[in-house]
């Protein structure tokens, strides 16, 4: 019999894949929505907390709230152990509380342990740990367990696009491997190869060092009006990469979330009004 978290984590995933708002690996928000973005959360339970009881998510029917890069976070104090399943398992129980509103992309962190690869993280190796304490977790329940959250992490698209031109993904390619990246990843159903180094999804959540240049010449391409990222250490609440980019991160408390309207245009004089400071929320529960 599978383990009740499990259960939970296939069903989220199958949410995930057979959204009918997504077309490859892009999910389309087309309607009129208010839209709250959390960056890197890596494990941070309590502003995971903040993010969710500020959400809202009962009270307002049309808010939609993206996660991200939830997991490899800080051992616990108390018993050393990773504890970010935690973290996926409440976003998973949430996305099926609210399968319309509660929304995920694909990160570096979240593909590495999807791939069996690993990142060194305060010299240990968190892909590992993660599974490891995964396991332990859940006993007897363990493995299944660990199977269905990397069957959850697989199952999120590399972006999410909003009617009014808002691009929101953890990252975009780095400039020299742009052509290789390219952008049929984002409209087709990945493959394996895709995920590894060289493939369109291991490109579009790795990539680094992006330019002015490159991001205005990929928001041509694609038709984006701003895009809003993750992936990036960010000295205060968001960092502006180019008039239409910026990246933020919610794993402390100088970080943010983001709140838009689909139905308004969104620039970069807007940041300053929509972005949150996590440390200015309610602490939640």
């Known amino acids: 019999m599978s383990h ?5 984590f296939r069903r ?12 490859g690996n892009t999910l389309w928000l087309e309607d009129d929505h208010e839209v709250i973005v959390a960056g890197d959360v890596h494990g941070q339970r309590k502003l995971l907390a903040r993010i969710i009881a ?14 991200q890069e939830l997991i490899h976070g800080d051992l616990d104090p108390a018993t050393g ?10 976003s998973a129980r949430l996305r099926l509380a609210h399968p319309e509103q509660v929304l995920f992309v694909m990160s570096n962190h979240t593909l590495a342990q999807v791939t069996g690869g690993e ?31 990397l069957t959850f992490l697989r199952s999120m698209p590399l972006a999410i696009r909003c009617r009014n031109g808002v ?37 579009w959540t790795w990539g680094r060092n992006q330019t002015p240049e490159q991001i205005d010449a990929l928001a041509e391409t ?8 993750s992936h990036r250490p960010v000295d205060g609440s968001y960092e502006l990469l180019c008039d239409c980019a910026a990246a933020i991160t ?17 620039t970069a004089d807007d940041l300053p009004t929509a972005a949150r400071l996590l440390g200015a929320l309610g602490s939640g529960a």
């Open 4 to 8: 009740p978290a499990a259960d939970i």
């Open 12 to 23: 989220a995933a199958e949410l995930n894949e057979q959204d009918q708002r997504r077309r």
């Open 54 to 67: 500020h959400a809202a998510l009962s009270a307002n029917a049309g808010r939609i709230l993206v996660l």
């Open 81 to 90: 152990k990773d504890r970010s399943v935690d973290l996926l398992l409440r």
């Open 119 to 149: 990142i060194s993280k305060d010299g240990r190796g968190v892909c590992k740990q993660f599974a490891t304490d995964t396991v332990s977790a859940f006993a007897e329940g363990g493995d299944d367990v660990l199977a269905a959250t």
């Open 167 to 203: 691009f929101i993904a953890h990252s975009i390619p780095s400039p020299q491997r742009m052509d290789l990246a390219g952008v049929d990843i984002l409209d087709r159903v990945s493959c394996d190869e895709d995920l590894h180094r060289g493939g369109g999804v291991y490109e």
């Open 222 to 229: 694609l038709g984006v009006s701003f895009f809003l990222l």
């Open 250 to 266: 919610s794993d402390s408390l100088r970080g943010c979330i983001v709140s838009f309207r689909t139905d308004t245009p969104f």
